[in-house]
């Protein structure tokens, strides 16, 4: 990986930490957290993809999502630039 692909991970994630904190009101969510144990839902994960989309043309895998961290989930995602 070279710094650039870092440095856009770590960016992604770092916004959907924040984007979490604000939405969640919960100023504890930090990027080993997984996304069903701290409140996240459909409607959500929803909101937070569309909000990846137009930030950085990237969305997140639904099961990756729900069944690792968002760390792990921002590491697996799409990009869908190509499919606007």
Known sequence: M???????EKEIVDAIVEWLRNELE?????EEDNFLDIGG???TF???NR???EKFGVSLDA???YEGTLRE???ARRDTVAHQ
Do not use: P, W
């Open 73 to 75: 989930a921002a590491i």
């Open 51 to 53: 909000y990846l989309g």
């Open 41 to 43: 839902h459909s409607l």
């Open 63 to 65: 099961r990756k999502t």
């Open 26 to 30: 919960d100023f504890e969510v930090s």
């Open 2 to 8: 070279n710094r650039d692909s870092a440095a856009g």
């Open 46 to 48: 929803s909101k937070m």
